[in-house]
């Protein structure tokens, strides 16, 4: 009995077998997943004993292949925030922190589900259209899969980016435009080569990944939901799957149901399904983007409608930072927790604290914040809020006069 | 004549063409004309009410019309019409 | 009963209270923690009972507190690693990857155990001397400890590593010198300070956070020893605790003895260990040291003899690799398993390379490799060998035409 | 005179002094001095059979001895030597 046979539209309800579609043939809705919950085998015994990974949830993943191509991503930390609790006065806040996978965000989630996904449909190349981490995942992936793997990038993305991709070796085609103008290349691209583009034909498989952000969460707990989590967005996927995740968890009776609200991140200038919560208007008005954190820059968001939704029937809410409260979300984070994360993670931080201090978040209840990326990946938008050098000759007496401080 | 680019779903209504070109001042009439020149194209882009799905984009030159005046927004000779589904995250 | 109350010099014996020591007040020899292991409670089942992070192996740590100051480092992947047991012949391979710790270095498991260990003899402030990674860490764990932090580095340090370490907000003291001049200081300063430096007067503790590396290990393999391990070598103090560490799991019984051959990894301008075990001479000459790989850039090794001594008396060797080689070991192991390692993982994955080729490692028997930090903080080293972007227009039509591979 | 600094484990021999002046032309003259000044410090310096202990290191004007000439390295005035431990990683 296989756990999963077919993709189904969450617009019109439509079914297609299980290959590589990109979306609905009908109306153009996502495609996603559909299981045979009544085959599938898993329980809180089962997913302890099971690999140091995200694979230990592989029930709940749409793969049938014994041997997924792993590099050991998943299973974070997610950690207790004793400072930042003291700092915004809340009771009871963790941080998940998915900075530290294997290529140094959560994309390593969905692209090892993809990429798993795409040896076992007969691709022989695998692909993506990416600003960043998408990148740099599908590259040590698809090398990892020994697969071709051919990686679309704007031609102007930062080097720092470029970099953390090239080191691969993949084939790297830089696209002269934005990443709007890629994505929709890779679309065509889709329709006349026979490669699974991760993002485009895989994408029901690819999403699916996000879900274990879910499932983790809740076993690091001790199997229970968090009463409030605050998730970035860009696509409204990840929002989205989490709160799948939580869902099947509830429904195999693996946890409890918590009533999760659900709190939704965004930049500014990228903050389309931010604005309809807050016009509490159910239509998602593309905008033209502009902030500095390119990984969530995305204007016409495709999960936009479900985000929303979840947010709306779960009794959360959600909010924009600035760029200079972003960057003041990174500093805070890494100067009391020790955490160092990318823009994106300075938008949940901020949006956190924007969240308490307007009385959205309940300080008395249990809060998670996801924290999907690195750092060391956006150095360029923190180079002026570190430590200033404080430059002395190599001598006690140097250092006794030029650091009165130190006593 | 407009161009307007076919996506692939669409294009077993189009007889496989990924473009096609027609007449219009606005993309209201565009519409209405390849929706008449090939029928079924309707019910596709449209639901019940007749409004165009949530999930179906129309870019002119690359701007989507929810930018501009929707499906008042004006297009003249040598614009180009794109039919998208939306962005996913990377 | 108190599990350890003692420090002991390594060269001469002596014993000292488990305070804050330099070095050996007579000898100089260096100090290291006495366990009085009939009091210590591990087995198998307590270990993965324990949190998901180096302090599942907390009995055999150097602290007493039940709150150890934690980022959730450790419990990194080790991964088999498949498609580079192809290229190079080998049977059975693995990577440890510690580059994903939570300031993506190993150095977060010594830290972890300094920070611990100074909040619990009552150290008010931190410091450190460092080339890069163990300030970042440093500046982390303090920050999360709450303690004043205070991290020395040369003044003209890369760029990447002071944002690294500054974006914690440490205070960061640039000392006009190399890292040899900043670590000198650094001594003095410990005699004049109240202060806990990790690597100074902290270093019998701090040494210990390395045995997990070999804990982790055998515990990943199912509870047994490798029977080959790489290790990179700079002051030679990570090769002798990992020796130490399985050493205490086969005498506490919770794995078989294995004879495990160890083989120390360094760079050509930085190799007086290797170059006394090539020389099959017990006497480490100090050596002016000059590589790419500045992690592993200490010319007079404070652990060589005991390195030196394990290598010997395990059956196993030593080899260095040039820049070259390191650049080139870098691009194989991103371009095999998907791990994009510093330079220090560089010379390691050349090291096994050789080590392969000329003999001294049997393909036939288990091999562990350690990765011990991250490819996106030495950019700089290997910015010409990754893949060049093939530019083309966002059109199907410039992609056919400029890629001609793609079918 | 050579200026000679003096590490912390051994200033208790040397009555707190974190530096002391010596004679001599080589490092070896200029530590049988020092060893002649301040009883004690010379079997804290060497073993038994009157070597060097190996975790001693002695740099004159940053460079190790060993480097040098050992204890035949010259020396000259203005120069100045250390007595150090090992370095440790970092």
Known sequence: MKKFRNLQCRECGRRFPAEAVYVCEYCFGPLEVIYDYGSIDISRDSILEGPLSLWRYKPLLPVHTDSPVTIGEGLTPLLRAGNLEKELGLKELYIKNDSVNPTFSFKDRVVTVAVSRARELGFDTVACASTGNLACSVAAYGKKAGLKTVVFIPADLEKGKVLGAGIYQPRLVGVRGDYDQVNRLCGELAGTFKWGFVNVNLRPYYAEGSKTLGFEVAEQLGFRAPRQVVVPMASGSLLTKIYKGLKEFEELGIIEEAGTRFFGAQASGADPIAEAVRKDEDIIRPVKVKTIAKSLAIGNPADGYYAWDVIKKSGGYAASVTDDEIVEGIKLLASTEGVFTETAGGVTVGVLKKLVENGKIDPELSVVIYITGNGLKTQEAVEKSVSKIEEIEPSLKSFKESCPWAV | ?90
């Open chain 2, 1 to 90: 004549m407009i161009k307007v680019k076919i996506p692939q779903p669409l294009r077993n209504l189009t007889d496989g063409k990924d473009e096609v070109s027609l007449e219009g001042n606005e993309i209201g009439e565009i519409l209405l004309e390849l929706e008449k020149k090939y029928p079924g194209i309707k019910e596709r882009l449209r639901d019940e009410e007749g409004k165009l799905r949530r999930f179906i984009n129309i870019f002119v030159n690359g701007d989507d019309i929810r930018h501009l005046e929707g499906e008042a927004t004006p297009v003249e000779e040598r614009d180009e019409v794109s039919i998208l589904p939306a962005i996913a995250g990377g």
